[in-house]
């Protein structure tokens, strides 16, 4: 089973490509992470885990849902983690966190999609984005090739800067920066409540109209990018930029 979460779109695009190429289910977690319970899954085929990759690592949310949910059947996991640039030593947190859920680590592949932080980056515009897309499918080809044989995907190379990144630096990004004061909506805001939808952590209420945000964020960018109106912003870091679905 194929089990993968998603603020904008490239986990999910990642997890119905696999989903094709293995004729394999896909989970989209956000029902399970908005509702608070724990996952109780099974699966005779291998878990593919499809997930952004937030400061380096897992995101938070899906490293707690896999640490505290039962998956039963298959004991192979592997993880595809979608990224900007590199994941740094992620690999090494995700095999340690098999050990804790007793699975058995299958390996972690980066695959390289659209820029999404806009809390912090800057996301390609439609072509540029479809490009990258256009590069990421023989890596997910690739990555099916090996799950289909029972192979272990390949270890990537990590050196001590990786090893910083998804480390301290990782900690002290959740510390500083993964914060809710920035967001801010304009008059722009249509009251449609899509934001809320889209929360995965129901941190984000309808306030007379207006969406406020509580302190339980992940920075997933689903309200900001999903805005139909571009009513959100955060701070003036996203003011200007292109909000980023992926489109395809």
């Not at 992470?33 to 949310?61: H, K, M």
């Not at 192979?76 to 690999?91: P, Q, R």
């Not at 007793?102 to 515009?125: D, H």
């Amino acid at each position: 089973m194929i089990v993968y979460f998603t603020g904008t779109g490239n986990s999910r695009y990642c997890a119905a490509f696999l989903g094709e190429q293995l004729g394999d289910s896909c989970l989209d977690v956000l029902p399970l992470l908005q509702s608070g319970a724990a996952a109780d899954l099974r699966s005779e085929r291998p878990w593919v885990f499809v997930t952004p990759t937030y400061a380096w690592r897992l995101p938070r949310l899906v490293r707690d849902l896999i640490r505290g949910g039962r998956f039963s059947g298959s004991r192979d996991a592997y993880f595809v983690m979608t990224c900007g640039e590199d994941i740094g030593n992620a690999a090494a947190w995700n095999r340690r966190l098999c050990e804790e859920a007793g699975l058995r680590y299958r390996g972690t592949l980066p695959v390289v999609m659209p820029e999404n932080y806009i809390a912090l980056f800057t996301a390609p515009g439609a072509e540029e984005a479809k490009a990258i897309l256009a590069e990421a499918r023989p890596v997910l080809r690739q990555a099916a090739d090996w799950i289909r044989a029972g192979a272990d995907f390949p270890a990537g190379n990590t050196g001590g800067l990786d090893r910083l990144k998804s480390g301290p630096v990782n900690s002290l990004f959740y510390r500083f920066y993964v914060r809710t004061g920035p967001f801010t909506v304009s008059d722009a805001c249509v009251s449609c409540g899509k934001c809320q939808r889209l929360c995965p952590l129901g941190n984000i209420r309808i306030q007379e109209g207006r969406p406020v945000w509580g302190d339980r964020c992940t920075h997933c960018m689903a309200c900001i990018c999903g805005c139909p109106a571009g009513a959100i912003e955060y701070g003036q870091i996203s003011r200007g930029k292109p909000r980023y679905q992926c489109p395809e």
